[in-house]
């Protein structure tokens, strides 16, 4: 099984609907986080989570809450979806300190029509 | 200015010779330096992190870092087509342990046959 599991991994939806990605994880990391990726912008963070209460927001929060309901869950709901959230999310760990990387989820793939 | 930035190429080189990928940022303060391999369609996988001024090696991978005119690059001796995809820099701010990384944008390398 995969460390970090998202579902689902495609997504199509309708403008209006709320919708939630959601992430578990095996790692053990406390630190996990959603990011966007766009064709030419790159990944950007949405939210983070340092602790099951500890939630920051990123650069693009708005249009988007979360909820972390353990260690290892960090659901990412998009409450009335829009075209221009239509991208590919990812989910990703990571351990405490500078050395420490990322451990990226597979990724959903989603589309508001 | 970006606070991370990469050329989006693509920058194609042939097969087994050594391809160069650059990357600045903007923070004099950053702590550390992720290199990540995207294929297309994938989640990013880390390949090395670096965060002391000078050369680390790993295979055929060499991070090279230096702080004081702020850029980081990716070496790749004995390109493989099994190379081509999107490399993406990343960036831990000051702070050190925050782990809240920035990205940038990725270059395309295309390894031809």
């Known amino acids: 099984d995969a460390d970090v599991t998202q579902t689902p991994r495609n997504r199509i939806t309708k403008t209006g609907k709320r919708i939630m990605l959601e992430c578990s994880q095996t790692k053990g990391h406390d630190r996990m986080y959603w990011y966007r990726q766009d064709p030419g912008l790159g990944l950007r963070l949405i939210y983070y989570s340092f602790d099951v209460k500890d939630i920051n927001k990123g650069e693009i929060s708005d249009g988007y809450s979360v909820s972390r309901q353990a260690q290892a869950k960090f659901s990412l709901s998009l409450e009335s979806a829009i075209p221009n959230q239509t991208a590919l999310y990812f989910c990703?760990?990571?351990?405490?300190?500078?050395?420490?990387?990322?451990?990226f989820g597979s990724g959903t793939r989603l589309t508001v029509v | 200015q970006k606070e991370v930035e990469q050329n989006s190429g693509p920058l194609s080189v042939p097969e087994g010779a050594i391809a160069s990928l650059n990357c600045t940022y903007s923070d004099r303060g950053s702590q550390s330096f992720f290199w990540y391999r995207q294929y297309s369609g994938k989640s990013p996988e880390l390949i090395m992190f670096?965060?002391?001024?000078g050369d680390k090696e790993d295979g055929r991978f060499t991070a090279q870092l230096n702080k004081a005119s702020q850029y980081v690059s990716l070496l790749i001796r004995d390109s493989q087509p099994s190379d081509s995809a999107t490399y993406l820099c990343?960036?831990?701010?000051?702070?050190?342990?925050?782990?809240?990384?920035?990205f940038g944008t990725g270059t395309l390398l295309a390894v031809q046959p």
């Open positions: 990343a960036v831990n701010p000051p702070g050190g342990a925050t782990n809240k990384l920035i």
């Open positions: 990703a760990t990571s351990d405490v300190g500078r050395d420490y990387g990322y451990t």
């Open positions: 670096i965060y002391s001024n």
